[in-house]
């Protein structure tokens, strides 16, 4: 799920990528507005409301907008900075890095909601759309920019353009691959409102407040888990394998 990229990553691999972290993204997503009453899983609005403020020459408050932006760029530079200088490591997962360092930001907001009240939003709202940077970096390089998993707007125009091609199969032949497309588009949709809905219900009815955001940080965490642990038995598996046939080859030439 983490570790196939290029030619070895197939449909399967960004489907499992793409519910987790559309999941993890819908979590943060709504526990980011309903605790500080901000969109943090994309910039698009912010950037609406900088021009605006700039417009009316209210510069200072533009600043705020301008932060939040900076901050989901910076996230996204860092992503790959990381992913960049570490890729030559062969041994090293690269996409652990981002990964950590977003399950890292989530618990701290979370655990500092415990033991301190958090009275600056626009710190929270920063570290949010940092980690959402992060996210949304490293999953399009994992998925060669197929995959995007913070913000719908995209995906609805690619979905709406994907499902009007099905009605002209002489233009569009290639079939399997459109509906693979439209396939993985639904999914990213689907689960990032039913990660909406989970983070609604924890952070209102179960009132987990801030809390909710260690769920986020705990399915990530979870994934590169079982992600590392299947490729080591994958790759386990292989290496008995081909020790019994290089066995197999010995024996038969004696």
């Known amino acids: 799920m983490f570790r196939h990229q290029g030619k070895s990553r ?3 691999h960004n489907l ?3 519910t987790v972290l559309s999941f993890v993204a819908g979590i943060v997503n709504v526990t980011g507005f309903l605790s500080i009453k901000q969109l943090t899983t994309n910039v698009t609005g912010h950037f609406a409301l900088f021009i605006y403020d700039v417009a009316n ?4 408050r533009g600043t705020i907008y301008f932060l939040y932006i900076f901050s989901f760029l910076f996230g996204s530079f860092l992503s790959s900075f990381l992913i960049e200088k570490f890729r030559a490591n062969k041994k090293l997962n690269v996409f652990v890095l981002p990964t950590t360092i977003e399950c890292l930001v989530l618990i701290s907001i979370a655990l500092s909601s415990n033991v301190m009240k958090l009275e600056s ?5 920063c570290l949010l759309l940092f980690a959402m940077g992060l996210q949304n970096s490293y999953v399009t390089k994992i998925s060669n920019a197929i995959v995007r998993t913070t913000h719908l707007t995209g995906l609805f125009t690619d979905l709406g353009i994907e499902i009007s091609q099905l009605f002209f199969p002489k233009l569009h032949p290639n079939r399997e691959k459109l509906k693979s497309n439209i396939q993985l588009r639904v999914y990213i949709i689907l689960f990032f409102f039913a990660g909406g809905l989970v983070g609604g219900f924890l952070y209102s009815k179960m009132e987990f407040k ?3 955001l260690i769920v986020g940080a705990a399915i990530l965490l979870s994934s590169l888990f079982y992600d590392d ?3 080591r038995l994958i790759k386990a598996r292989r290496k008995y394998s081909q020790k019994k046939i290089a066995k197999h080859k010995h024996a038969f030439r004696r």
């Open 121 to 125: 939003f626009d710190t929270i709202a």
């Open 229 to 231: 642990i299947r490729y």
């Open 210 to 212: 801030l809390n909710t």
């Open 57 to 60: 020459f209210k510069f200072w």
């Open 16 to 18: 499992q990528i793409a």
């Open 10 to 12: 197939t449909l399967k």
